[in-house]
């Protein structure tokens, strides 16, 4: 793993300089970036579901058509309550975003676990796991603040976890010339 992030460390610092980027944009148009965020996910949606119906009338799929049919008419359905009511889609959104933050951070601090028995006192990666688990815990804990107050919520979480990646990429890049190829 660690040859790997050595190996790569420049992906790891464009992943945070994308993070900060997005988390900056975040904290300057909180309601834009939430409208995008709504509106990307129903054009998604709204797509799935035009491409999962047609491939339940073409047959082509091997699976029954009407399972088809119907996975696509929810995929519309849930489209077009992303661009009728966005409010609505924003919360629920806003729990997809905690439970990805939670779970991504689960893995995080494992991956920073299994990091460790190659580096020692290596807890950057650990630290954006622990990062990304308490803002997704936050997140579900007050919904009810404001979403748009949320969008600042994740513009710091993106800024922070930004940080912590570009740390760890240049740090992975300190080591290159230590690692063995494996």
Known sequence: MLSLMAKNWWLIV??????ILFGLFAWTFPGVTLGALVLLWAVYAGTDGVLTFVAALSGASGRPWWILALEG????V????????PGT???????V???WAIITGILEIGAAVQL?????????LGLAGLASVFFGLLLMARPGVGVLAVMWIVGTYAILFGVVLVILGFRAKALKGLVRPG
Not at 14 to 19: E, I, T
Not at 73 to 76: E, Q
Not at 89 to 95: C, D, F, G, K, R
Not at 116 to 122: A, C, F, L
């Open 14 to 19: 464009l992943r945070g300089v994308c993070a």
């Open 73 to 76: 008419l929810v995929s519309i």
């Open 78 to 85: 849930a489209a077009c309550a992303g661009i009728f009511y």
């Open 89 to 95: 889609t924003a919360l629920v959104l806003l729990y």
């Open 97 to 99: 975003i905690a439970g």
């Open 116 to 124: 460790r028995k190659e580096i020692e006192n290596e807890v950057w």
